[in-house]
């Protein structure tokens, strides 16, 4: 596996390059198939007296997913152990799921005989809610003066990319994320999968239906 490793706003010493290098070491037995890992210190310091800190991102790329980690400390060192066990976890808990999975029908799996979804919530979209976003009868409400707000909404647009609900899970665990969106490559329909208690998780679709003919014709 490859190292690759670059500082923002610091430099990156022959030292901390060789604790990288024995420190990640580990990350190749969890990760059999990585093949480079990308690792991005990043220094910063502030103007009213706060002590400047060193944030340790970790990307590991290879032919599955990318996983990424990161963790802040003044001391990188201390950033660059935290950030590993992030990643370290993550990678753990995705090989254990996947033992898991073959020696116990835990979580989501389909029934070979009727094709049902069990082990896992389903929860579509209301009807009425889909009929209305279709046909655009959803209820115009008036507009009022928008209340200042000092909460900031950040939006993130991604390529869709169709995978079982067994592979959206596994990206999800991957990536340390609580929620996971995709298309279902049985459905074709828009989904999320999240986590619940313990090892249990949900998915929620989003069917459409087609808008009756006579809203069509207007």
Do not use: C
């Not at 990308?38 to 996983?67: M, Q, S």
């Amino acid at each position: 596996m490859d190292t690759s490793i670059v500082g923002v706003g610091v430099g990156i010493t022959d030292r901390f390059r060789t604790v990288v290098e024995e420190k990640t070491a580990r990350i190749e037995t969890l990760a059999a198939r990585a093949q480079r890992l990308d690792v991005k210190v990043t220094h910063r310091a502030y103007h009213n007296g706060r002590v400047p800190d060193e944030t340790v991102e970790l990307t590991l790329l290879g032919k599955g997913p990318v996983i990424r980690a990161e963790a802040t400390d003044p001391d990188k060192f201390a950033a660059l152990d935290l950030a590993l066990d992030k990643m370290t976890e993550q990678l753990r808990r995705a090989k254990r799921k996947r033992v898991d999975a073959r020696t116990d029908a835990r979580g989501a799996h389909f029934e070979k005989g009727s094709g049902a979804l069990t082990g896992i919530d389903v929860q579509p979209a209301s009807v009425d809610v889909i009929h209305a976003v279709a046909t655009g009868t959803i209820p115009v409400v008036a507009e009022e003066e928008e209340e200042y707000s000092p909460v900031v909404i950040r939006t993130k647009e991604f390529d869709a990319e169709w995978m079982t609900v067994e592979e959206a899970v596994d990206r999800m665990e991957l990536v340390g994320h609580d929620f996971f969106l995709f298309i279902d490559a049985r459905t074709d329909h828009p989904s999320v999968v999240y986590r619940r208690k313990g090892w249990d998780y949900g998915v929620i679709s989003l069917t459409a239906q087609a808008p009756p003919a006579e809203a069509l014709a207007s």
